[in-house]
């Protein structure tokens, strides 16, 4: 299948010669490990709530058990699953280019699993954990009967470090993440919808720059506009076609 994907000759040519080069990856990047996407997620257990309703720190303070109940099995989950081939073609592609840096929205540690260095998550990740007061890591605790449970060092709810509708993305990360779309010669858009900010921003943001802009989804027509190449694809099948095709 993915020895099927066209690319257009003079993508490859400067995917080739570029020095520096930026993608941001969403939900769909994981779909293929067998995690679904953060708006088909609800299922089963959790058909009946609304994602963005859960991932508040009001709806924590509401109901932590409830929270925390929905991450802990959405952590099990992402420790079930594996990278998929998209992970690893993008794991691939940091070694061709000189100045590479994957921003994930996903908090599922996959990137990492399959070995991506130059990484930096938007979102948190669902593996650590921080003092829902403090706001500051917590590595252990006690164990009691409790959910979820108390911070050692203050008491307080231990809650997972990700980052919550209406909260802050790290400062320097995103900061960083800006720099770099408006000066990368090619921008990666792919598997994510595209409708969370401030990392939706990214995109426009190097359209606006004139890079190269390549979005990959499965809700684009695929096609080219100027600098603006759309594959309506999966990120597991089209990535390694992509690597493939330039540098071997
Ligand atoms: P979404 O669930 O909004 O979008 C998933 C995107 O992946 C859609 O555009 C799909 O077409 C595409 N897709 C699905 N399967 C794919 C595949 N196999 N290959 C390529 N693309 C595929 O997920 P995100 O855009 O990541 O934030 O959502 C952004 C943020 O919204 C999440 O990080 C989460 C949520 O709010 C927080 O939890 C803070």
Request: aromatic share 10%; net charge negative; charged share 20%.
């Amino acid at each position: 299948m993915s020895e099927n994907i066209l690319f257009p000759t003079e993508l490859i040519e400067k995917l080739r010669q570029a020095k520096k080069v930026m993608v941001l990856t969403g939900a769909g990047v994981s779909a293929e490990s067998g995690l679904p996407t953060f708006r088909d997620m609800l299922t089963g257990l959790w058909e009946n709530y609304d994602p963005t309703e859960l991932a508040t720190p009001q709806a924590f303070s509401k109901n932590p058990k409830l929270v925390w109940d929905w991450y802990a099995w959405r952590k099990e989950r992402a420790l079930e699953v594996k990278p998929n081939a998209g992970h690893y073609a993008l794991a691939a592609m940091e070694k061709h280019i000189p100045d590479f840096y994957l921003f994930t929205q996903n908090v599922d540690g996959l990137h990492q699993e399959a070995g991506s260095q130059k990484i930096a998550e938007l979102h948190g990740n669902i593996r650590k954990y921080k003092c829902f007061a403090e706001n500051t890591p917590v590595e252990s605790w006690e164990s009691s009967e409790e959910t979820p449970p108390r911070c050692p060092r203050c008491g307080s709810y231990v809650r997972p470090d990700i980052v919550w509708f209406g909260e802050s993305l790290p400062e320097r990360v995103l900061q960083a993440a800006f720099d770099m779309a408006q000066n990368c010669e090619i921008f990666f858009s792919i598997g994510t919808s595209g409708t969370v900010q401030p990392a939706a921003y990214l995109a426009t943001l190097a359209e606006q720059t004139r890079a190269t802009v390549v979005y990959v989804n499965l809700e684009v027509k695929t096609g080219r506009r100027g600098n603006i190449y759309n594959f309506n694809a999966k990120s597991g099948e089209l990535l390694p076609a992509l690597v493939k095709a330039t540098w071997s």
